[in-house]
């Protein structure tokens, strides 16, 4: 009698122990063993009617290899690379949990390979913990896991043709709404972009400038900013006010 008290016993002992193991199994596979597929969520920037414009030499070539770096601060990065004349090819974003990094980085190579870009920025970003509870006869069971948003920017080199059409030695966008309050004021262009070791670079002009006048002639939209800049670059010298920190300012200098 003893004995089948202890065979059940032993019995129910491991039960509970190969049930534990095949949870535990269970969660770290569902956790843990996520499939990293950046792919999946990488969309081109680059229009196919606009791919003319980018010379094979812009992407990259057989037998390289691409750059990766982390990045703590997405925003000002990628305005480093653009100033070096780097073009966002392409954008990946998800949200997973935490993968390794020298996992994710490898995967980031394939995807520059796949896509030929010839460098890539990526950040990962916490937002929160999933909570997991598994219950059964035998105990309950829990699982946290931390997940992060994770973006990938791709980059080839800024085309000829996109940089020939900014001669002044800097790239401009509208106005966002940000600017409108921010400036108070409706017109304009904002310099987004400097070209590092252009004209227009030493003469200190910066990303954030407010453009209002090339010239002395008056800049309301980005359509006034490029047929006014055309003008400039003939006559070879460039005058622009503008607002840094709404104060105003006029710098001068020669293409």
Known sequence: MNLFFISIWVYNFLMKRLLYIFLITYIVCLTGCTTLSVTDFYHPFIPEDEKYLFADSCFL????????????????????????????????????????????????????????????????????????LYSSSYGIYSSSTKRYDYTIVLFCMLPYPVYASNPAGFMVASLSDNDRENFHRNTGVMVN???????????????????????????????????????????????????????????????
């Open 193 to 255: 972009v400097v070209f590092d070791e252009s004209a227009a670079y030493y003469a200190n002009v910066f990303k954030g400038d407010l453009i209002t006048e090339i010239n002395g002639k008056e800049i309301k939209t980005l359509d006034d900013y490029y047929s006014i800049i055309e003008e400039a670059a003939l006559s070879g010298q460039v005058s622009l006010t503008l607002l840094r920190n709404n104060i105003p300012l006029e710098i001068t200098y020669t293409l």
């Open 61 to 132: 070539q057989e037998g390289e290899t691409p750059l990766v770096f982390f990045s703590n601060d997405l925003d000002k990065d990628i305005n480093k690379l653009q100033s070096k004349l780097f073009f966002i090819q392409g954008v990946s974003r998800f949200n997973g949990p935490g993968y390794d990094s020298e996992e994710l980085e490898a995967k980031i190579v394939e995807l520059c390979i796949t896509e030929r870009a010839q460098c890539a920025l990526y950040s990962q970003n916490y937002t929160n913990t999933l909570h997991n």
